[in-house]
């Protein structure tokens, strides 16, 4: 079935360090693959996405990269300050279009000052 | 804010009760979501509605059932529920339902329910 393996589970950085997640999908239709975090008591919100036909996308601190072959992709921060400490979910998009978005697990990030 | 709202914030019933949750988005948008986050879990999506009809059922038990009047608002009703149902239910909408950023889906925050 549709699955999404998202690792680390928790991560804990120092302050200006990079942080990467990484995620590996097992549905090879899925073409859409957005990344959410989650602050405590609020629902996710989207950080960044990336569509199958582009490799790497950034904005600002933050960059996704994509490698459809190997059907991984990974979240980058760089420069990390403590307001990034959130739960951070990367998704892949079902093989219907349906709006259907088949998450891993999430990683607790902690950034500590 | 996200433009999405969920009522109520918490809300405890006994197995027998039967509860509703609400849903309401102020973007505009034609899809609307219910997904379920239990601890340790990934979220799981349970209903889509796009154009108030819905589009996929991720095989929930017939003991949620969903209701979409128009595309502003989406309910989710509870009867007979089970403790291992305690979670948290998030409702999402998005303009469409194909994968890009256009479709971004806007999550609510969520409705926490426990189960005795």
């Known amino acids: 079935g549709e699955n999404v393996e998202q690792h680390p589970s928790t991560l804990s950085v120092q302050e200006g360090d990079s942080a990467v997640i990484k995620c590996t999908y097992s549905?090879?239709?899925?073409?859409?693959f957005p990344w959410y975090k989650q602050e405590l008591g609020k629902g996710p919100q989207l950080i960044i996405d990336i569509r199958s036909n582009v490799g790497e996308k950034k904005d600002q601190r933050i960059a996704v990269t994509l490698n459809k072959t190997a059907k991984h992709f990974s979240l980058h921060i760089t420069e990390t300050q403590p307001e990034d400490s959130a739960v951070y979910f990367c998704a892949a998009s079902g093989s219907s279009n349906t709006g259907k978005l088949i998450f891993g697990q999430g990683t607790t990030l902690q950034v500590k000052p | 804010e996200t433009g999405v709202t969920q009522t109520p914030r918490h809300l405890v019933m006994g197995m027998t009760n039967k509860k509703s949750l609400k849903c309401e988005q102020h973007l505009g948008h034609n899809a609307m979501y219910w997904y379920k986050q239990s601890a340790k879990k990934p979220l799981e999506l349970m209903f889509v509605?796009?154009?108030?009809?819905?589009?996929e059922n991720n095989s929930v038990p017939s003991r949620f059932s969903p209701e979409c009047p128009n595309s502003s608002h989406l309910f989710l009703h509870l009867h007979t529920l089970q403790p291992e149902d305690s979670a948290l239910y998030l409702c999402?909408?998005?303009?469409?339902?194909?994968?890009?950023?256009?479709?971004?889906?806007?999550f609510g925050p969520g409705t926490r329910l426990t189960v005795l």
């Open positions: 509605y796009n154009f108030k009809e819905q589009t």
């Open positions: 999402a909408s998005s303009r469409g339902t194909s994968g890009s950023s256009y479709n971004e889906q806007f």
């Open positions: 549905d090879s239709a899925s073409n859409y």
